[in-house]
């Protein structure tokens, strides 16, 4: 059974054995993506001693917004508690070209990557990795792209399905009358050269649109589970299998080319826990995200809601503890869109 969240003041740090170099101290943030892994934290090393430390670093919310000149993506805070605020915008990237975003981390390399989908005129669209804008000096520059099969409707987010400590990402297949899809694609974490791989493994059709989905950190075991909104307004709460062939983890350069090409394993999906009523109480979910609010190992679900009247809300759950129960709002930014100045989102995640 999942333990309910508390929220706390993280006052103290983990000492860490490393092997010294010459540097100052510095605490490791900026340009680069080496910022924020599952434990949320950045390094700060002195070249004086024996001990690294790790402070904790508490998530962001990266979202799209379009603008009168095009979209941007920025960066936040989450809110400060309920009917509060995610405060001013920390760092962005203008001119970005896609709609949807999915922000994915790797614990191997304390980092976060983001992943676009950017839909051409012509011919398939482009999935690209670059680092989400974290400092507002960066420039997030594309550090590789790969076609993507006309198919695939959106990024949504990251989820660690196979417990390896490496986010898989989550795409949208949309399957028309058929139903939706969720497929799941290994990605290479490779500082210099990132890469991202053919489909490890796909669900089973939906019955209806999918609105929403995330991994979420729901029961401290090594593997995500997947939060899922549908069109009928429910939020479902998912432990994934899989089943099948599934491709070796190794980077995707090295995997082997069969003769013929192998089908995706399949993501069996068993219901841990939902909210029938959750759109119904909070309005229309646009995207979701795994977020540690209160850094005990245990995520908390993040949601953007269009709320009517034109506004839209970015709001911070302890996530349904039963089939059948109730997620309770924690903290939220009911002018997160839409209002004050602020343009319209079309899409967030968030770091991990």
Known sequence: MRQPARIAVIAGILLIPFTPTPLSARISHGPDPFHGGRAGSAAVRDSS??????????????????????KVAETTALPDGPGGSAGPVLAEAARFRSRSVAV??????????????VHRKHGPGVLEILPPPLDPQSVPVVQYGVRAPKQIEAVLAGADIDGDGEDELVVLRR???????????????????????????????????????????????????????????????????????VPPNVPCEFTPIPSTPLAPATAVLTLAASDPEFDDSNGRTLSLCGVDMDLNGVEELGGLHRTGNGLQALRIYEPPQAVGGSAILLADDPGFGGTGGKHRALSMSCTR
């Open 49 to 70: 001693s024996v001990s690294e430390a790790l402070v904790p670093v508490m998530p962001r919310v990266v979202t799209v917004r379009k603008t009168g000149t095009g």
């Open 104 to 117: 994915l981390r790797s614990t191997q390399h304390n980092a976060n990557w983001m992943v676009r989908l």
């Open 175 to 245: 399957a028309g009358k058929k139903g939706d899809a969720l497929e799941f694609r290994r990605i290479g974490f490779d500082p210099i050269y990132p890469d991202i791989c053919p489909g490890m493994a796909r669900t089973q059709k939906f019955p209806g649109k999918i609105r929403a989905a995330a991994g979420i950190q729901y029961d401290a075991d090594p593997e995500d589970e997947l939060a899922v909104v549908t069109s009928d307004g429910a939020l479902s709460i998912y432990d994934v299998t899989l089943t099948g062939t």
